[in-house]
């Protein structure tokens, strides 16, 4: 069943720990992202630690362990997202960003997460953008990204700004 909230125009996710999370058992198999935000219309995600969570797709297709699909904006800042894995042969990623929706992504790390950084996904009718600054990104502005096909002409275009770092963090102690 699908529930739509038109009035749920900003949603504010600030100072989560999500750690050691598995997927929820879902018609008889592993499967779904551990956070799942679709057709809001802000989102702002910041302030929060996703460490050492396990991922296995979303019914047998690829998806990221958040699959974050706002209608306008994400903001995403301040955020870290390391050691996140994959159970399973279904390609995953940390992120999975697309809906048509402006993705801001600063002052974050994105890094240590098998298979793939950020997975993009084309369902909408017009281009998603996504514009990343002052971020320690595993692979630069060539982060391992998994484009998943769809019958959308419009894609994802990512725009690297300013201070990005490639390169293992620097934890204090164990994350």
């Known amino acids: 069943m699908e529930y739509e909230y038109p009035n749920a125009a900003n949603v504010y996710l600030n100072n989560l720990l999500i750690k050691d999370c598995s997927p929820v058992q879902g018609y008889g198999t592993l499967e779904a992202p551990i956070i799942v935000v679709t057709k809001v219309q802000n989102l702002h995600f910041s302030n929060s630690l996703i460490i050492n969570n396990y991922s296995a797709g979303w019914f047998g297709f690829p998806a990221g362990l958040l699959y974050l699909l706002p209608r306008d904006n994400l903001f995403f800042y301040n955020n870290i997202v ?7 042969n279904t390609p995953c990623g940390a992120i999975e960003l697309g809906g048509g929706s402006i993705v801001r992504i600063a002052n974050s ?13 084309r369902n909408s009718h017009r281009e998603t953008q996504v514009y ?14 998994l484009h998943v096909a769809s019958p959308v002409t419009h894609g994802i275009r990512f725009h690297w700004l300013d201070n990005i770092i490639d390169g293992p963090p620097m934890f204090l102690g164990d994350i």
């Open 82 to 88: 390391a050691n996140n894995h994959t159970q399973g």
């Open 109 to 121: 790390i994105i890094y240590g997460n098998s298979q793939y950084q950020f997975i993009t996904e």
């Open 132 to 145: 990343i600054s002052d971020s320690l990104i595993q692979g630069g502005t060539s982060p391992s990204i």
